[in-house]
C-alpha cells in the first residue's frame, strides 16, 4: 500500500500543490455568538474566539470552510487545531477537551477530503495543524529574571504528544508543525512527532513552517531561516518553509534562501498581505496569486497557500496562476557540517 509520503511526493513531481487558506478569519466571517462556541459542553469560562472547539459544538463551520477551500482547488487540508493543545486550552477551562477537540477536528477533515478524492480521483490529504502554543522554551517571559521559563522542554514534549496521537488516530496524513517563532518550540514538537510514530510502529511525516517575526528575517527566538533548515533538518521533514510573517512581498528573499538549500520539499502560506487600522485583510486575491507566483515561476515552491485573512477566493486565484507551471527541483546540497546557532555555521571541506 502506498503511504501518504510516497503519494505526496509523487503528487509533488507532477505540479506544484496548494494547501488551503486561512481559518481563524473565515471563522470570524460567520459573526458566531458565545452561545455558538461554548454549546452544551458547560464550561466555566467564556469560549467566544476558540476556533478550535466548534468541532464539537459547530461542527458545520469548520466543515462548510473545509469544502470552501477544497472546492477552490485545494489538495492538502490543514485541521482546524491550531490551538487544540492542553497550554492554550487552559486559558479556556477546556484543557480537559484537547483529545477530543483534536480527534473529531482530524475526523472531520478527512472525510470531507475522502469524498472530494472520491469524486475525481485527486489525492487529497490532511495535515494536522499544530501551533506553537502561547510559551516559549527559548526566551523569558521576565525581564527581570532572563534564566526564567514557565516550562521547560520535556512538559511541552508531552503537550505536543497529546495533540499528536489524537490527530493520527482522527486520520491525519502529517504532523504540520506551523507558525514557528521559537525553534526550540519545534524541536519539542518534531521529537513528540518522532516518538508518537516509533512507538505507533508507522511513519508519520513532519512538515515544518516558520514565522518571521521582523524585516530581518528572523523569528522570535532569533534564528535565521538558514539557521532553522540547519536546526531541525535531521528531522528529514516532508516540507519546510514559512507561513504567516508580513505576506508574500516581505518573503520574496527569504523563500529564495530556503529554495537554495532545503532538499525536500518547500510549502509557503503567506498572509494576504498585513491588516489594515480595523484589523482586516485587503490584499486581493488576484494580487496574492501574483505574488506567490512569482516564487513558483522561478521554481522556488512545491506547496502554496495562504494564512491569516486569505479566503477560498485567494485560494482559487493562486491554484489557476500556477496550475501550468512547473514543481521546484529538489536541490542536493553538497555535503557538509552545517550548524545552527541563531546564525548558520557551515564547515569548510
Known amino acids: 500500500m502506498t503511504s501518504a509520503r510516497e503519494k505526496l511526493l509523487a503528487e509533488a513531481k507532477q505540479r506544484i500543490l496548494i494547501t ?29 474566539g476558540n476556533n478550535d472547539i466548534l468541532a464539537l459544538t459547530k461542527p458545520e463551520v469548520p466543515e462548510a470552510i473545509h469544502r470552501a477551500y477544497f472546492e477552490a482547488g485545494a489538495d492538502i487540508a490543514e485541521t482546524n487545531t491550531f490551538s487544540a493543545n492542553s497550554i492554550s486550552q487552559a486559558d479556556y477551562g477546556a484543557e480537559h477537551l484537547v483529545r477530543e477537540i483534536n480527534l473529531e477536528s482530524a475526523k472531520m477533515a478527512r472525510r470531507v477530503a475522502d469524498e472530494f478524492e472520491a469524486k475525481d480521483g485527486r489525492p487529497r490529504f490532511v495535515a494536522g495543524a499544530i501551533g506553537p502554543t502561547n510559551k516559549t522554551l527559548s526566551l523569558s517571559p521576565d525581564v527581570n529574571d532572563p ?5 521547560d522542554f520535556d512538559y511541552l514534549k508531552g503537550v505536543y504528544r497529546e495533540q499528536i496521537e489524537a490527530l493520527v488516530e482522527g ?26 510514530g516509533n512507538d505507533l510502529g508507522r511513519d508519520l511525516p513532519i512538515m515544518l513552517s516558520m514565522t518571521l517575526t521582523d524585516l530581518s ?17 535531521h528531522a528529514k521533514p516532508l516540507t519546510i518553509g514559512l507561513n504567516c510573517s508580513f505576506g ?4 520574496r528573499p527569504h523563500v529564495k534562501t530556503l529554495s537554495e538549500i532545503a532538499d525536500t520539499l518547500i510549502m509557503v502560506y503567506p498572509n494576504a498581505g498585513l491588516p489594515n487600522e480595523l484589523g482586516a485583510y485587503d490584499e486581493l486575491p488576484a494580487t496574492t496569486a501574483s505574488l506567490v507566483g512569482e516564487w513558483a515561476q522561478a521554481g522556488q ?46 564547515m569548510a571541506a
Open 248 to 251: 508574500a512581498e516581505q518573503l
Open 217 to 233: 528575517g528572523r523569528n522570535l527566538s532569533g534564528h535565521t531561516v538558514e539557521a532553522f533548515w540547519h536546526a531541525v533538518r
Open 301 to 346: 515552491v512545491n506547496v502554496l497557500g495562504g494564512c491569516c485573512g486569505s479566503t477560498p477566493a485567494h485560494i482559487k486565484a493562486i491554484a489557476d496562476f500556477v496550475r501550468t507551471l512547473p514543481p521546484r527541483a529538489v536541490v542536493t546540497p553538497e555535503v557538509r557540517t552545517r550548524l545552527a546557532g541563531l546564525e548558520p555555521m557551515t
Open 20 to 48: 488551503d487558506g486561512a481559518f481563524g478569519t473565515e471563522i470570524q466571517n460567520w459573526k458566531l455568538s458565545e452561545a455558538d462556541y461554548a454549546g452544551s459542553l458547560g464550561l466555566t469560562h467564556d469560549q467566544k
Open 147 to 151: 534564566g526564567f521559563r514557565e516550562i
Open 171 to 196: 486520520g491525519v496524513d502529517f504532523v504540520l508543525i506551523e507558525t514557528v517563532f521559537d525553534t526550540l518550540n519545534a524541536k519539542a514538537g518534531v521529537m513528540a512527532a518522532i516518538e508518537a
